[in-house]
């Protein structure tokens, strides 16, 4: 069968409000880090990543954030919508260069956007 | 826009039997890697493969489990004998570097 689910922390945000979703990683030596948006049923789709060497990156309406000191990460989305409804996990990974490197996810957190 | 795609979507089997997952890469990606998703948890890795060999492979990649790129564009996960604690959302990912494309996804029942 299948097992009790997590209780997965909810941000509600209003429609054209900006979202926060924030992220604790685990790895001091995990040197890439990905934000996926997942949609019910689907498979995690890809929004933004960074590298270690960085502390921030912006994309179209998304900004994330990387702070190594604390191995906090955070996915900043500018006037959300409500197609931006989901869940968002943070996935680290300890990149070698020229190897296959797996992710390692986060719980994830669900953003509601309210109209 | 290129995707991975995954076959079936869903498939239901009887504990005990073997299930075949299909997948097909990014055409010119490199690495390839499949993850399960128990229902309402989060994404946990299985295993990593690359230049036609696992490169790493989690606790719960075990016996009961094989990968397999069997031609050009597809590739496998085999469950041989399932488990009930087999059901879940599995996952075929692939990359060309380290940037990871999802597939939409095969969920799995074992009965």
């Known amino acids: 069968g299948e097992s009790v689910g997590l209780h997965l922390p909810t941000l509600s945000v209003q429609e054209g409000d900006n979202s926060i979703i924030n992220c604790a990683y685990s790895?001091?030596?995990?040197?890439?880090f990905i934000w996926y948006k997942q949609e019910s049923g689907k498979g995690p789709q890809f929004i933004i990543d960074?590298?270690?060497?960085?502390d921030k990156r912006q994309g179209q309406r998304v900004t994330v954030l990387l702070n190594k000191t604390v191995k906090h990460l955070s996915l900043q989305i500018a006037a959300t919508q409500p197609g931006d409804s989901a869940v968002y996990f943070c996935?680290?990974?300890?990149?070698?260069?020229?190897?296959?490197?797996?992710?390692?996810f986060g719980t994830g957190t669900r953003l509601q956007v309210t109209l | 826009e290129p995707e991975v795609t995954q076959t079936p979507s869903h498939q239901v089997t009887q504990m005990g039997q073997e299930v075949i997952l299909r997948c097909v890469p990014i055409?010119?990606?490199?690495?390839f890697y499949w993850y399960r998703q128990i229902l309402g948890q989060k994404v946990e890795f299985l295993v990593s493969?690359?230049?036609?060999?696992?490169?790493?492979k989690s606790e719960i990649f075990d016996d009961q489990f094989s990968v397999e790129r069997p031609d050009g564009s597809n590739f496998t996960l085999k469950i041989r004998s399932t488990k009930l604690e087999d059901s879940a959302m599995y996952f075929c990912?692939?990359?060309?570097?380290?940037?990871?494309?999802f597939g939409p996804g095969t969920r799995l029942l074992v009965l």
């Open positions: 990912a692939s990359s060309l570097v380290e940037t990871q494309y």
């Open positions: 790895n001091s030596a995990s040197d890439y």
């Open positions: 960074i590298r270690s060497n960085m």
């Open positions: 996935a680290e990974s300890t990149y070698g260069g020229g190897t296959a490197s797996k992710l390692t």
């Open positions: 055409s010119n990606h490199l690495y």
């Open positions: 493969f690359y230049n036609n060999e696992i490169s790493e």
